[in-house]
């Protein structure tokens, strides 16, 4: 059996079923609230050495990283998703992903597991789930003990904030 594809949130990238009949998550953590991110559309998960600073730009713009040679646009996404400041990404972890040829490290708080999850606890977005993360996200996952907000990488990128 092949991978299949779900629709993706307002015809952005397509999420991967897998052949298990599973969807795989990386999972990270900004203030206390659970989140995941495709397996699929992240390249590498890394610690942020240190960031430039590009002066004038948004909030969540932090700065520009050189990974490997490679200029990164750092993004935080507790700014993004209009988070109390708090600890701001004060670990510095990110996840690299590539959006348009360019690529990004999202800056979160904690990076956790991969996970594989089945179709069944996949659902829309509800109702109340905060306005601001209403374009941001492709679904969420029901679990024991909290929600799993999944993330639409290209959706944080194209964010209106990032261009405030």
Known sequence: MTPTATPGHAGHAAETLLAGGAFEYITL????????LPIGEVHEVFSVQRITRVPLAARPIKGLINLRGRVVTAICLRAVLNLPDGNECAERMAI????????????????????????ATREPNPIHLNADWQNLSKGVHRLETSLLVILDPECIVGSETLAA
């Open 29 to 36: 953590t900004i203030a206390d609230q659970l989140f995941g």
């Open 96 to 119: 690299g992903v590539e959006i348009g040829g360019e690529p990004f490290a999202l800056l979160v708080d904690r990076i956790g597991d991969v996970v594989r999850l089945p179709p």
